[in-house]
């Protein structure tokens, strides 16, 4: 097939190669924070919101009184992962971090 503005026969691409590269993870001095830093960040001021069923709550409320299995609950966890409050609703959750005057962040 002829290109029209050049009147010259059309070439495909030459194929390119990629070298292949190993993907590694970054050596602990590169790191931002060490393990105890990152589990203090927020020192106290921020907090999460965690959905979960009842069945999980023992785990992170390990004296909280027995559930019913399969209830939707949220708890509300300091930055560092204390547990704080345990609700049956995430407006109250909510409601307490802001009494509590702390600043919910956004999990990925």
Do not use: C, W
Not at 27 to 52: C, N, R, S, V, W
Not at 64 to 74: M, N, R
Request: no cysteine; charged share 25%.
């Amino acid at each position: 097939m002829l290109d029209e503005q050049t009147q010259k026969p059309e070439t495909a691409a030459p194929e390119v190669s990629v070298p292949e590269v190993a993907v590694t993870e970054a050596p602990e001095a590169e790191k931002l924070f060490t393990d105890e830093q990152f589990a203090h960040l927020g020192g106290g001021t921020l907090a999460y919101i965690k959905p979960m069923l009842s069945d999980e709550v023992k785990r992170i409320f390990p004296n909280a009184p027995a559930i019913d299995s399969g209830i939707k609950l949220f708890a509300l966890l300091g930055a560092d992962g204390t547990p704080l409050i345990l609700s049956d609703s995430r407006d109250m959750a909510i409601a307490n971090a802001r009494e509590a005057n702390l600043e919910l962040m956004s999990l990925q």
